[in-house]
Nanobody
Framework: QVQLVESGGGLVQAGGSLRLSCAAS????????MGWFRQAPGKEREFVAG??????TTDYGDSVKGRFTISRDNAEVSLQMNSLKPDDTAVYYC?????????????????WGQGTQVTVSS
């Protein structure tokens, strides 16, 4: 079992920045690739960013490339979000996958956090 707890969400103006964190506990954190997903009202959950078990390989959704950066250390994965847009408004979820590289599919993840709300005002 892995427990994931997100933090860092909030309200920010367009063009601003936020940093999300996901604290992991339970089984060995390094055994999992980690991903960030988001879900806006009425929309499907979508892949935002992922990082491999080793931390050497990252992947980003097209809508956030060049603006968001994912990173990981001992027992935490972070998402630095810059140049935020109103379209980035969503609940953001952290997830852990037993794959070596972070998959983009929701069903490939074994554990999920409870989510944190990010709201970007125009």
């Amino acid at each position: 079992q892995v427990q994931l707890v997100e933090s860092g969400g909030g309200l920010v103006q367009a063009g601003g920045s936020l940093r999300l964190s996901c604290a992991a506990s339970g089984r060995t954190f390094s055994s999992y690739a980690m991903g960030w997903f988001r879900q806006a009202p009425g929309k499907e959950r979508e892949f935002v960013a992922g990082i491999s078990r080793s931390g050497r390989t990252t992947d980003y959704g097209d809508s956030v490339k060049g603006r968001f950066t994912i990173s990981r250390d001992n027992a935490e994965v972070s998402l630095q979000m810059n140049s935020l847009k109103p379209d980035d408004t969503a609940v953001y979820y952290c997830a852990a996958s037993s794959f070596t590289l972070a998959p983009r599919r929701v069903r490939s993840y074994d554990y999920w956090g409870q989510g944190t709300q990010v709201t970007v005002s125009s």
